[in-house]
């Protein structure tokens, strides 16, 4: 069973950067596709980004925060990341980080089997 732990949500001001980690236990982390998704207010849940498994995995990322936001892992962590830059208030939201046992990330949230509780992102304008 993989236990997802995300860390690093807050309230910031329009224009600010955040890391979002996510720190996973059990199952072997190396060889899981990651990703974020994002849920705001009122709304569904929105895929953010994802990364393969693989050296040098592949990255996908919504149209909304391309450019902005990287994803990025530390296997030796066991940890995912999501730097966010030039933060907007359409970015407030409950940030998920999920795992799947597939190699290839995907944008699809039914692809993936293990998800974090959340981490609250907040920004002001």
């Known amino acids: 069973q993989v236990q997802l732990v995300e860390t690093g949500g807050g309230l910031v001001q329009t224009g600010d950067s955040l890391r979002l980690s996510c720190t996973a236990s059990?199952?072997?982390?190396?060889?899981?596709?990651l990703a974020w998704f994002r849920q705001a207010p009122g709304k569904e849940r929105e895929f953010v980004a994802a990364?393969?498994?693989?050296?040098?995995?592949?990255?996908y990322y919504a149209a909304s925060v391309k450019d902005r936001f990287v994803i990025s892992r530390d296997n030796a962590k066991n940890t995912m990341y999501l730097l966010m830059t030039s933060l907007k208030p359409e970015d407030t939201a409950v940030y998920y980080c999920?795992?799947?046992?597939?190699?290839?990330?995907?944008?699809?949230?039914?692809?993936?089997?293990?998800w974090g509780q959340g981490t609250q992102v907040t920004v002001s304008s």
């Open positions: 999920a795992s799947t046992s597939m190699s290839r990330g995907i944008a699809t949230d039914s692809g993936y089997s293990y």
């Open positions: 990364l393969s498994s693989w050296s040098g995995g592949s990255t």
């Open positions: 059990g199952g072997t982390f190396s060889t899981y596709a």
